[in-house]
């Protein structure tokens, strides 16, 4: 299985240099205000590794997998554990950009801020992988990025037509009371998030035939 992540890793590592300069342009924004450089590096990360799936497609890389030991298991533990070291790794790059932002911009840093932020960032990685990685799985890379993009616009529109006809102060209040909460919350949701998205992408990739 490490030479599973090590692949994905490479083939990041291969596809990284199309994102410096996209790196550059947010960064600079970042410094101007318009962006929060804790939003914008981990799912930089996350759109790299989304790219493995591709590369692997067009490679028919899967074909090859299955055939070794524990070929299907480890194919999809191995995506799984990548994702999360490569999140982890760039949340922690995120934290330090932004208190250097922060440092040079007002002479200070508000770490409570940028954590509240980065702590957001890495749970809507985690909604990320956790949504498209099982639907990646059953319909491919270029099929299940679609699908992702239908079913976010979908659920985005029917939430906010509900909007329109329901009070939503409540959720509004209980969403920011958590706030205080998010250190622990956080943590504890992005890991029965992945966790159920596991299960369902290994029981996808399974049954399904190369």
Partial sequence: MLGLIKKDFLLIKANSKSMVIIFIVYLMLAFQGIFDVTFIVPLI????????????DF??????????????????RAKYI????????????????????SYIKTNSINLDEIMSSLMGTILSSVIIISLLYPIV?????????????????????????IAQ????????NMIN????????????ISVILLVISYLISNRVYQHKEF
Avoid: C, H
């Fill in 45 to 56: 990360g996350i759109m790299l590794f989304i790219s493995t799936f591709s590369y692997d």
């Fill in 59 to 76: 490679n028919n890389w899967n074909s090859y997998a299955v055939t070794l030991p524990n070929g299907r298991k480890n194919v999809v």
């Fill in 82 to 101: 990548a994702s999360i070291i490569l999140t982890a790794i760039l949340g922690v790059a995120a934290l330090t950009i932004g208190v250097g932002i």
């Fill in 137 to 161: 799985f059953k319909f491919g890379a270029t099929n299940g990025r679609i699908i992702l993009f239908a079913v976010v616009f979908g659920v985005a529109g029917i939430g906010a037509l």
């Fill in 165 to 172: 006809f329901v009070d939503m102060t409540f959720i509004i």
């Fill in 177 to 188: 009371g958590l706030d205080s909460y998010s250190l622990i919350a956080i943590p504890i």
